[in-house]
């Protein structure tokens, strides 16, 4: 495939809303603390990114000008076994970069970035990955309204950490009108759409929301189309918040994790992030593929599935020019959603719908052998954490792409 990168040009029209946003100047003040956005907060019926970040001073180190504590996608592919690893995948000397991702991942937003290109291609360039396979879709098909430092920080981040594990993937993303669950949800048909028509993949979201009644028939509505598989960050408030699409039956539910790492750089243990959201829906019973940890979650859909890094602490590295960010440091399930969705690209397997990929999971939960190969199970960081599922991590962390 050519790689190349397309601009969906569409003509805007004009909108007038009132945003929070969050200025640059301001965040001079705010380096080396854990930044909560404006955009991480909703009301009934819109909502919220999973994302926080840190801005620390410029690095002088032209590998990683975020700082020597930002993961890269060289060592955060080592640590999941994406690439060929190197011993104690040290963020300094992990170079070995992916190379994989079949079908087309499409990551759902709201509002605008109007930087997306210049974000990811500043990314791909300064990691020494491939041009972008990117498109970017207003799903109206009229360009919507910026939303700087928040909505838009957030796609900069998701179509970052696509192309951080899936680079040879087309990637989209495809931007709502606004942060309402309905302008959200016709995003996510269309974003569906693009997927199924490139063969199939991977569709993220970043944002979650209150469960409500009758979502079921927005899960069945906008979520199941064939040989698209759902993800979605199960949010950033720790066991017991939960919400929407993370909780739909047809989504995989992204929860976070930590990096830990010695004073020489190497990777020591991975542990439950403590926001990573987790629990039982109050809406949602409990899919087939859960019968095996029933005992768990009783009669109710348990989240999440599966886990990846989220932990601003020990989060990525991201750029993000709307605002005039640059380079930081983030965090958040909204990391993991689409990471975890690049992963599976990266594996090079279409699942014919989630519930397909649901079902490997879970099988291989069941499997102590095919568990053992395929995943690590996160017992610390909190009591809540066991072995085998809970509501902390889920069935656990890929520990590989292969197989999965």
Not at 41 to 65: K, R, V
Request: charged content about 15%; overall charge negative.
């Amino acid at each position: 495939m050519r790689r190349s990168i397309v601009l969906l040009t569409i003509a805007a029209v004009a909108l007038f809303l009132a945003f929070n946003t969050v200025a640059a100047t301001a965040q001079a003040q705010e380096h080396n603390k854990v930044i909560d956005p404006a955009s991480n907060f909703s009301g009934p019926g819109l909502a919220h990114t999973n994302f926080h970040y840190i801005i620390h001073d410029q690095s002088s180190d032209p590998s990683n000008p975020c700082g020597p504590t930002c993961e890269t996608p060289a060592s955060m592919a080592c640590v999941y076994d994406v690439v060929v690893q190197l011993s104690g995948c040290p963020i300094a000397t992990s170079t070995n970069l992916p190379t994989g991702g079949v079908g087309a991942i499409a990551l759902v937003d709201a509002f605008d970035n109007p930087d997306a290109v210049t974000d990811i291609t500043t990314y791909a360039s300064q990691f020494g990955l491939p041009t972008p396979i990117f498109q970017q879709v207003y799903a109206t098909g009229h360009k919507p309204a910026n939303n700087a430092g928040g909505w838009s920080l957030e796609e900069a981040l998701d179509i970052e950490m696509a192309i951080a594990t899936a680079p040879a993937a087309q990637i989209y993303l495809v931007e709502g009108a606004t942060n309402s669950f309905a302008d959200l949800y016709f995003a996510e048909s269309v974003a569906s759409s693009l997927v199924a028509a490139a063969g199939g993949g991977f569709v993220s979201n970043s944002w979650s929301g209150g469960e409500y009644t009758g979502q079921q028939t927005d899960e069945k509505t906008y979520f199941t189309t064939p040989k698209v598989t759902y993800f979605a960050s199960t949010g950033d408030s720790g066991i017991n918040q939960v919400g929407v699409p993370s909780t739909f039956a047809t989504v995989v539910a992204a929860g976070g994790t930590s990096f830990g790492r010695d004073s020489s750089g190497n990777f020591t243990k991975e542990t439950w992030w403590t926001g990573g959201g987790g629990g039982k829906s109050g809406v949602e019973k409990r899919p087939s593929y859960q019968t095996i940890v029933k005992t768990i979650v009783g009669t109710a859909r348990g989240v999440p599935d599966i886990s990846a890094l989220g932990d601003p602490n020990t989060g990525p590295a991201m750029y993000d020019a709307d605002g005039g960010f640059g380079w930081f440091q983030v965090g958040g399930t909204s990391v993991s959603s689409p990471y975890l969705a690049g992963t599976m690209s990266a594996a090079g397997t279409i699942f014919a719908s989630s519930s397909a990929a649901h079902n490997l999971f879970y099988k291989e939960l069941g499997n102590a052998r095919a568990y053992a190969a395929d995943w690590n199970d996160i017992t610390s960081g909190g009591s809540e954490c066991k072995v085998g599922w809970d509501f902390c991590t889920g069935v656990g962390v890929p520990k590989t792409a292969k197989g999965l």
